[in-house]
């Protein structure tokens, strides 16, 4: 399959703990983006790179967020001292171009619960 | 960013054509409207876009009105595999951003025997 993968698919964790999520993009698409999804809720924006640059961060990305993507291929997303409102699903996309018209694809996410 | 408004459940008998509409009024003139479904226990998927003139493709097809203040996003014979939530985005068409998508609460769309 050559789509975007995330490991692990599903995090069950205690509240404090630090946790690390991977994603693998679509081999040659230049932009990977992290987005993260609430029960009920579309997904939200929350970072994006391009190659290994993270251009752009949302504000809903705290100091103890940080996502990586060293050599501009898979990304990792860490989040540090997990709170109970962490809980969520956490959705990584890639895309080849830019502009209106890059299509997006999406993982199949990583669904997060913190105890 | 642009606004958009859509309705938050439908329903469609299976093998009948689906209207899914989507207001977005404050729209400017190099916003793309963009749809993405997600269905159940999934990432979301890409469906269509345009800017102006409607648009075809195997998934369905979009009707943009002349004044781009709303669009719809047909799907010509819908199937139970079609029960998902459709999500209408607003891009902005300046390759300098980071063409991020915001999303919505979309619509979810139940499909029934």
């Known amino acids: 399959d050559t789509g975007v993968s995330q490991d692990p698919r599903h995090k069950i964790t205690k509240r404090g703990q630090n946790v690390t999520f991977r994603c693998d993009p679509i081999?040659?698409?230049?932009?990977l983006y992290w987005y993260r999804q609430t029960l009920g809720q579309g997904p939200e924006f929350l970072t994006y790179f391009q190659n290994e640059a993270q251009l752009e961060k949302s504000r809903l990305l705290s100091d103890r967020f940080s996502a990586e993507r060293p050599k501009g291929s898979f990304s990792t997303l860490e989040i540090q001292r997990t709170e109970q409102g962490d809980s969520a699903m956490y959705l990584c996309?890639?895309?080849?171009?830019?502009?209106?018209?890059?299509?997006?694809?999406f993982g199949p996410g990583t669904r997060l619960t913190v105890l | 960013d642009a606004k958009t408004t859509q309705p938050n459940s439908m329903e469609s008998n299976e093998e009948e054509p689906v209207h899914l509409p989507c207001n977005h009024s404050t729209i400017s003139g190099t916003d793309y409207i963009h749809w993405y479904r997600q269905l159940p226990s999934q990432g979301p998927e890409y469906v269509i876009h345009?800017?102006?003139s409607n648009v075809n493709n195997r998934m369905a097809s979009l009707a943009i009105a002349e004044d781009r203040k709303s669009s719809t996003l047909i799907l010509h014979r819908a199937t139970l595999r079609d029960a998902a939530v459709y999500y209408c985005i607003l891009r902005v068409s300046n390759t300098g951003t980071a063409s991020k998508l915001t999303f919505g609460t979309g619509t979810r769309l139940q499909v029934t025997l």
């Open positions: 996309a890639s895309s080849l171009t830019s502009g209106a018209g890059g299509e997006q694809f």
């Open positions: 081999s040659e698409h230049n932009r």
């Open positions: 345009g800017l102006t």
